[in-house]
């Protein structure tokens, strides 16, 4: 270890001082929610200058283990706005329920450190434990209302099946290293590249190894068939964590894939090309078929966000038909998905101001009579999500869509089933729409007011939805940089 | 094959199998956490015995056993947590009862 290594891995250790930060000052000034509010949102941002200023001088660290490049950069800063965002959108949702914000906020910042991680190593343990890092905080904020039953339900499933699918990835893992000698992304590649190119064959054990670190992964993404936990996680938990959840541990499970199965499976990839297309097919139309049938909003989203992963999927399978573009997809996808998503949960999260008010389709009754601006918001995003231009969702799709078409073959076929389903999914966004503005509540309620923080984290995730939707040049400019920096 | 990598590779898959049946057969929180612990102590022995066996990786294997220690310390700890918080709202540790989600 050295200086230079250090100086390197700055983003990090700040990321880490802030969460440190933020408990010593709830320690100095317990219960007041302003200074540790103040703390983690001001040392987010130092974080992200520091990440940018890390991104201009490309390189490794640590023996290769840790490597800064366009990726890195551009994922780094997604999942610093991830969590500032749900910081600014939680105080509304905790506070008339008693839960402490700091802790909250010092849990988030430390899953940022695993997920900055995961970002940056390219060595098989550290990305091990830097997933470690990003799901325990997780399953602990999962739990965060811990006295209430449905959020303590959703936690233990969610952890469950969480760390069996870490297990699983763990043997993986045990038996790639064992059989190509090395944790360094860059030998596996190397080793599997001679396998590739018509060297040795493949052995079982290896075989064996890809294969259980695949389904470890698909557990991560939630992809069909392995996303039992992600309905119960998603609805028990506390609304501002469900909207964490949706994304930042999902970009940070895609930004493994992008680091394990496209840095150091690239030269199979006509071997696991199948496997996604698969995949992405039945993640796509099972949480689409399902997301049909719920009445429970929070639980709607949680099968929609099973089929978002599905269309991330696509471009994943588009890169693997031999298309980079379907990786600028995924990343443009992974961005728009982040701020709609984000945006959608933070105006249930706001509803759910009072305690007491489910997330059912019915407290969404005359809504748009009610709170017209929240109203309008939500429709935004829900337009964005379904995929209707000019908002961010549109040019995520259409980008996974054309690199797959581009790709031919099957994926034409994939191509067609994600226009299909995307038609399909418009039915239960728009019945949102349609409750909030053409229903007549059963009980009239009195407008609420909402924190001043929720406001800014909504207008930020809605401009950002239009803007890049209405300009994705710069955007998709960033994104092809940070899918160059990961090879062809 | 006695004191060879594959009879240790073979008894480490086997641990391994009978953790994941553990896992998706038992009901009991509880029982289903130590099913993991079985899981990732049968990657651990895959682990040493790859360690002990091939010279190249000998270097390597002490320090991924002792972060797998690590993180297994570490999901232990907060699975424990999360199983005593429902144990409090629920008064069961079976899996089957926490089903108030899907209603």
Do not use: C
């Not at chain 1, 970009?251 to 199948?274: C, E, K, P």
């Amino acid at each position: 270890m050295s200086g230079q290594d250090l100086l390197t891995i700055s983003p990090l250790i700040a990321a880490i001082l802030v969460a440190v930060a933020v408990l010593i000052v709830d320690l100095i000034a317990p219960g007041r929610r302003e200074p540790a509010l103040a703390t983690a949102l001001l040392g987010l941002g130092i974080v992200a200058i520091l990440t940018a200023v890390a991104g201009r001088t490309p390189g490794q660290a640590f023996g290769g283990s840790y490597t800064v490049d366009a990726l890195t950069t551009f994922l780094d800063l997604l999942f610093i706005s991830i969590v500032a965002l749900t910081i600014a959108f939680a105080p509304d949702y905790l506070e008339p329920r008693d839960l402490p914000i700091a802790e909250f906020a010092a849990v988030l910042v430390f899953a940022l450190t695993g997920a900055m991680l995961i970002a940056a190593s390219t060595d098989l343990l550290v990305l091990f434990l830097a997933l470690e890092l990003m799901v325990l905080p997780g399953y602990l904020l999962a739990a965060y209302a811990k006295h209430d039953s449905l959020s303590t339900e959703g936690a233990i499933k969610y952890f469950l099946l969480g760390s069996f699918s870490s297990a699983i990835f763990l043997f993986g893992l045990a038996y790639v290293w064992g059989l190509t000698g090395s944790t360094r992304v860059a030998d596996v590649a190397a080793e599997l590249g001679k396998i590739a190119s018509g060297g040795p064959a493949l052995a079982p054990g290896l075989a064996l190894g890809l294969a259980f670190m695949t389904t470890g992964v698909a557990f991560k993404i939630a992809a069909v068939p392995f996303h039992y936990w992600t309905p119960d996680a998603y609805q028990g938990s506390p609304t501002p964590v469900t909207g964490y959840l949706s994304v930042g541990p999902k970009v940070g499970a895609f930004a493994l894939i992008l680091r394990l199965f496209v840095g150091a499976l690239g030269s199979l990839r006509g071997d696991w090309l199948d496997v996604v297309i698969v995949l992405a097919a039945l993640t796509m139309t099972l949480g689409n078929l399902v997301a049909l049938t719920q009445n429970n909003v929070k639980r709607m989203l949680a099968y929609s966000s099973i089929a978002h992963t599905g269309y991330m999927l696509v471009g994943l399978a588009a890169y693997a038909g031999g298309r980079q573009e379907g990786l600028q997809g995924l990343l443009y996808y992974g961005a728009a998905y982040t701020f709609m998503n984000l945006g959608a949960f933070a105006v249930v999260a706001a509803l759910q101001r009072r305690p007491g008010v489910t997330s059912s389709l019915d407290t969404f009754a005359g809504l748009g009579r009610r709170e017209p601006l929240l109203g309008i918001l939500m429709t935004l995003f829900l337009l964005s999500l379904t995929g209707i231009p000019p908002t961010a969702g549109f040019f995520g799709k259409a980008y996974v869509i054309l690199a797959a078409v581009q790709a031919g073959g099957p994926l034409t076929i994939l191509a067609v089933i994600a226009m299909l389903n995307a038609a399909a999914a418009a039915f239960y966004y728009l019945r949102v729409v349609v409750y909030m503005f053409m229903r007549e509540p059963a009980t009239e309620g009195e407008p609420q007011r909402h924190g001043n923080l929720v406001w800014a984290g909504l207008w930020t995730t809605s401009v950002l939805t239009i803007l890049l939707g209405l300009i994705p040049a710069p955007l998709l400019s960033v994104v092809s940089d940070a899918a160059r920096a990961l090879g062809s | 094959m006695t004191n060879s990598l594959d009879a240790y590779l073979v008894l480490s898959g086997l641990l391994f199998a009978i953790g994941s049946f553990g896992f998706l057969a038992r009901r009991n929180a509880i029982s289903m956490l130590m099913s993991i612990e079985l899981m990732l102590n049968a990657v651990n022995l895959a682990i040493v015995a790859f360690g002990s066996f091939v010279d190249r990786l000998r270097p390597n294997a002490s320090v991924i056993a002792l972060m797998v220690i690590a993180v297994a310390a570490a999901e232990a700890t907060v699975g424990l947590a999360i199983v005593i918080a429902i144990y409090r709202n629920r008064r069961t540790p079976l899996v089957d009862e926490y089903d108030s989600l899907r209603q």
